[in-house]
């Protein structure tokens, strides 16, 4: 069993203290690039969610009873550890997850900017006033704190679709139960002790490991806890919308995607190439907002192919450890066979390989990075999110019809376009059917933006202003019969 530094836990953290599962039972952590065990980790389920859950509610009164500020502080506290460790938490990132660790240390700065941000913006939470039918009332719009949270994160972000839920529920007031992925438990848990060193207060964060069913229909049945956040598929976030019913929960949902990247005639090309890498390879392709459907226009199609081609067979796959590696592996054989079958359904269908790169053969850990051209509607990788690295060219004449084809599926996660003429641009970007646009960008998550999806892509909003709000109430509360203000 590979050891880390002090980070690396083998343990659940409820109410303070580092726990094991009631009959003791363990799940492995393995390494996607090796099938090594990066260790164990408690094999919970409803009873240590239902402990958790009891912590985070007996928690939350003191800690919503803070001042903004001083939440802020212990945020920012976090915030500093995380920075500080950021060597450590790639490290144990890349390990269990895969990512290459330039990748992994850019997740850590990125995790780290939301913990920042929403301690900024805990500071601004703000009510208002309201003009009063009679003299002797006043109305104020007070702003509470939902309650305890619950957050079910994925394994493709490790760290950072953790603080993206968190920091906002804490800054606002809310105490939280995490369930990270149990592929990808390690870096939670480390994120887990900072926050102790920190100075959160026991019961505030807690963090239950294991398979999801326990863990997840524990959470969504009890009414104790009011709001959940997820980032998953779109099939597991309808499933945990059914069962929060019961309990009316607040749900925040960021689910699959099937990005449009359209690339028109009068686009930069360098430009272009540089985002379709950024947006496309990022993770492996493993994103949800990683451009999925290549679109370009007749009269650029040759030169970006060619200079996206260049791109593509410097692409360098093997060990996340391995210096100038830029492709991992991917997350587990499932995830592997599915992006064979994509490639296989695609080049069945008529496509061809444009570009991939030297030597690599691919197996049940490592696929092969392709440039498809000649991709079509009736494939596979039209319609479903591939999550991994293959970037299929669409080709097309008119502005109408890569509008129309991008806008051909039920999820409305991210797009991205490329032109350089403003009418365009304009037209473009208020007829595409998505969360997010990018033009002239592959990069649309950052924490000073709202960042979520429409259709079958979700609910909510995480990061920018709106993020905070996902945590908030709203209260009216009326003062009437005031003395000295006439009838
Ligand atoms: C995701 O793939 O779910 C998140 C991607 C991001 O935050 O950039």
């Given at each position: 069993?590979?050891?880390?530094?002090?980070?690396?836990?083998?343990?659940?953290?409820?109410?303070?203290?580092?726990?094991?599962?009631?009959?003791?039972?363990?799940?492995?952590?393995?390494?996607?690039?090796?099938?090594?065990?990066?260790?164990?980790?408690?094999?919970?389920?409803?009873?240590?969610?239902?402990?958790?859950?009891?912590?985070?509610?007996?928690?939350?009164?003191?800690?919503?009873?803070?001042?903004?500020?001083?939440?802020?502080?212990?945020?920012?506290?976090?915030?500093?550890?995380?920075?500080?460790?950021?060597?450590?938490?790639?490290?144990?990132?890349?390990?269990?997850?895969?990512?290459?660790?330039?990748?992994?240390?850019?997740?850590?700065a990125y995790a780290a900017s939301f913990v920042k941000w929403f301690a900024a913006e805990g500071r601004r939470v703000a009510g208002h006033t309201i003009a009063a039918p009679t003299p002797d009332r006043?109305?104020?719009?007070?702003?509470?704190?939902?309650?305890?949270?619950?957050?079910?994160?994925?394994?493709?972000?490790?760290?950072?679709?953790?603080?993206?839920?968190?920091?906002?529920?804490?800054?606002?007031?809310?105490?939280?139960?995490?369930?990270?992925?149990?592929?990808?438990?390690?870096?939670?848990?480390?994120?887990?002790?900072?926050?102790?060193?920190?100075?959160?207060?026991?019961?505030?964060?807690?963090?239950?490991?294991?398979?999801?069913?326990?863990?997840?229909?524990?959470?969504?049945?009890?009414?104790?806890?009011?709001?959940?956040?997820?980032?998953?598929?779109?099939?597991?976030?309808?499933?945990?919308?059914?069962?929060?019913?019961?309990?009316?929960?607040?749900?925040?949902?960021?689910?699959?995607?099937?990005?449009?990247?359209?690339?028109?005639?009068?686009?930069?090309?360098?430009?272009?190439?540089?985002?379709?890498?950024?947006?496309?390879?990022?993770?492996?392709?493993?994103?949800?907002?990683?451009?999925?459907?290549?679109?370009?226009?007749?009269?650029?199609?040759?030169?970006?192919?060619?200079?996206?081609?260049?791109?593509?067979?410097?692409?360098?796959?093997?060990?996340?450890?391995?210096?100038?590696?830029?492709?991992?592996?991917?997350?587990?054989?499932?995830?592997?066979?599915?992006?064979?079958?994509?490639?296989?359904?695609?080049?069945?269908?008529?496509?061809?390989?444009?570009?991939?790169?030297?030597?690599?053969?691919?197996?049940?850990?490592?696929?092969?990075?392709?440039?498809?051209?000649?991709?079509?509607?009736?494939?596979?990788?039209?319609?479903?999110?591939?999550?991994?690295?293959?970037?299929?060219?669409?080709?097309?004449?008119?502005?109408?019809?890569?509008?129309?084809?991008?806008?051909?599926?039920?999820?409305?996660?991210?797009?991205?376009?490329?032109?350089?003429?403003?009418?365009?641009?304009?037209?473009?970007?208020?007829?595409?059917?998505?969360?997010?646009?990018?033009?002239?960008?592959?990069?649309?998550?950052?924490?000073?933006?709202?960042?979520?999806?429409?259709?079958?892509?979700?609910?909510?909003?995480?990061?920018?202003?709106?993020?905070?709000?996902?945590?908030?109430?709203?209260?009216?509360?009326?003062?009437?019969?005031?003395?000295?203000?006439?009838?």
């Open positions: 069993m590979a050891r880390e530094g002090d980070l690396l836990v083998e343990a659940m953290l409820i109410d303070g203290a580092w726990t094991a599962a009631r009959g003791g039972d363990t799940l492995e952590v393995t390494d996607p690039a090796t099938g090594a065990v990066v260790g164990t980790i408690p094999s919970g389920g409803a009873a240590e969610a239902e402990a958790a859950i009891a912590a985070a509610a007996q928690a939350f009164p003191a800690w919503r009873r803070r001042t903004a500020d001083d939440r802020a502080n212990v945020l920012e506290a976090w915030h500093a550890l995380i920075v500080a460790n950021t060597a450590e938490l790639a490290r144990i990132m890349t390990a269990e997850q895969g990512k290459p660790l330039a990748e992994a240390t850019g997740e850590i006043r109305i104020l719009a007070l702003r509470e704190p939902v309650g305890v949270c619950a957050a079910i994160t994925p394994w493709n972000f490790p760290a950072a679709m953790i603080t993206r839920k968190v920091a906002p529920a804490l800054a606002a007031g809310c105490t939280v139960v995490v369930k990270p992925s149990e592929l990808t438990p390690f870096t939670a848990l480390a994120l887990g002790k900072l926050a102790q060193q920190a100075g959160f207060p026991a019961g505030v964060l807690n963090i239950v490991t294991g398979l999801p069913d326990g863990i997840g229909g524990a959470l969504t049945a009890s009414p104790v806890v009011r709001k959940l956040s997820f980032t998953g598929s779109t099939r597991v976030g309808s499933l945990l919308m059914r069962q929060s019913a019961d309990t009316l929960k607040r749900l925040s949902l960021e689910l699959g995607g099937n990005a449009p990247f359209i690339v028109f005639d009068d686009a930069d090309v360098d430009l272009a190439v540089a985002g379709a890498m950024a947006s496309k390879f990022r993770n492996a392709g493993q994103t949800c907002v990683c451009a999925n459907r290549l679109l370009v226009q007749d009269g650029i199609h040759d030169r970006f192919v060619a200079a996206l081609g260049t791109a593509v067979r410097a692409l360098k796959v093997g060990d996340g450890r391995t210096e100038g590696v830029t492709i991992g592996p991917l997350i587990n054989a499932a995830a592997t066979a599915k992006v064979a079958a994509h490639v296989d359904d695609a080049l069945a269908h008529g496509a061809t390989i444009a570009a991939t790169p030297d030597g690599v053969t691919g197996d049940d850990r490592f696929v092969r990075p392709v440039l498809l051209t000649g991709a079509t509607p009736d494939m596979r990788l039209a319609s479903e999110e591939t999550f991994g690295p293959v970037a299929p060219i669409f080709r097309f004449e008119r502005e109408e019809e890569a509008v129309a084809l991008a806008n051909a599926t039920p999820f409305g996660l991210a797009s991205y376009f490329y032109t350089d003429d403003l009418h365009r641009a304009w037209r473009v970007g208020e007829a595409l059917e998505f969360g997010m646009v990018g033009l002239n960008t592959g990069s649309i998550a950052m924490e000073m933006a709202p960042f979520g999806g429409i259709k079958a892509s979700g609910l909510g909003r995480e990061g920018g202003r709106e993020g905070i709000e996902e945590y908030l109430e709203t209260k009216a509360f009326h003062w009437a019969g005031l003395k000295g203000f006439g009838a």
